[in-house]
């Protein structure tokens, strides 16, 4: 999936990149429509585009990925739906994980294993184990994944750990979370139009840049990256504060 050499695209146009990008792929069951397939063969699209994105991270210089790739609402699509999306994902990790843990990237898991089927459970735990010491890329997966169960599973182990008030600070909160330990997402993706976060890294979301574009997440290729990549370049964040030209 990742080579060593690269090959998206040169990065000579980016001069800022972000570090920590994060992706709603959204717009495979349009995709498919559109072509008079069934939504199955949108997401398998989805998984190949996944790939290229990917690589693409890594020409670019972006050192983490989060993909929104299941969340814990996408539970209530029809039953053949959700049995086929974590299906692929089985069969994805099979035959991916060699080649992402030779390429250097590093797999963590957002959010709960507790109601996958099994076997899948075992094959994410152990894509986990197995790259755990890389770094040339990190690939936060979101699956099965809510941003709200999140923050109340961290405020949970904060309480069962018996955290006074006043170390329940920021800081503290942010290192309990799926992500702890990684930096808040500088930038989030969204394709296929739809203008909202949908419950992903409600948290963490907190002074990203966002980007949408109608363009479905199939068709969603390095050169679409490379301008929502562009794009965040020629913004100004704030954080709260003033630009320095306004100081
Ligand atoms: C949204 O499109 C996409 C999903 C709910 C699933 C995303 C999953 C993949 C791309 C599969 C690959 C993931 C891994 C980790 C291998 P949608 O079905 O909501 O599209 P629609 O809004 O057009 O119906």
Redesign the pocket.
């Known amino acids: 999936m990742v080579s060593a050499e690269g090959g998206s695209a040169p990065t000579n146009e980016l001069d800022t990149v972000p570090q920590h990008v994060a992706i ?10 559109q072509r008079g397939l069934p ?1 199955l063969a ?3 699209a ?2 190949e ?2 790939r290229r994105i990917i690589q693409a991270c890594v020409d670019f210089g972006v050192k983490i990925l989060t ?5 814990t609402e ?1 539970w209530t ?1 029809p039953q053949e ?1 959700v049995g086929g ?1 974590l299906a ?2 089985s069969r ?2 099979d035959r ?1 994980l060699d080649n992402l843990r030779k390429n250097g990237v590093q797999i963590r898991h957002l959010g709960s294993l507790d109601e996958l089927p099994p076997d899948l459970q075992s094959k994410i735990r152990h894509a986990v184990q197995v790259t755990a010491a890389n770094d040339r890329l990190v690939l936060n ?1 979101a ?1 099965n994944y809510g941003g709200r169960r999140e923050i109340v599973g961290a405020a949970q182990r904060m309480m069962r750990e018996g955290l006074a008030p006043e170390q329940v600070t920021e800081q503290t909160f942010s290192r309990y979370l799926y992500t702890g330990g990684l930096p808040d997402p500088d930038l989030i993706i969204r394709t ?1 139009g ?1 203008m909202r976060l949908s419950n992903f890294l409600v948290w963490q979301a907190a002074y990203a840049e966002f980007y949408a574009t109608p363009t ?3 068709d969603f290729d390095p050169k679409e990256f490379r301008k929502a990549l562009v794009a965040y370049g020629q913004r100004t964040r704030k954080f709260g504060g003033l630009p320095d030209a306004d100081r």
Do not use: Q
């Open positions: 709603i792929m959204d717009g495979n069951g349009r995709w498919a429509r939504r949108g997401h398998r989805g998984t585009n996944l993909i929104y790739a299941f969340s996408n699509r739906e999306l692929l994902m994805v990790i991916e997966v699956l296929a739809e479905y997440w199939p």
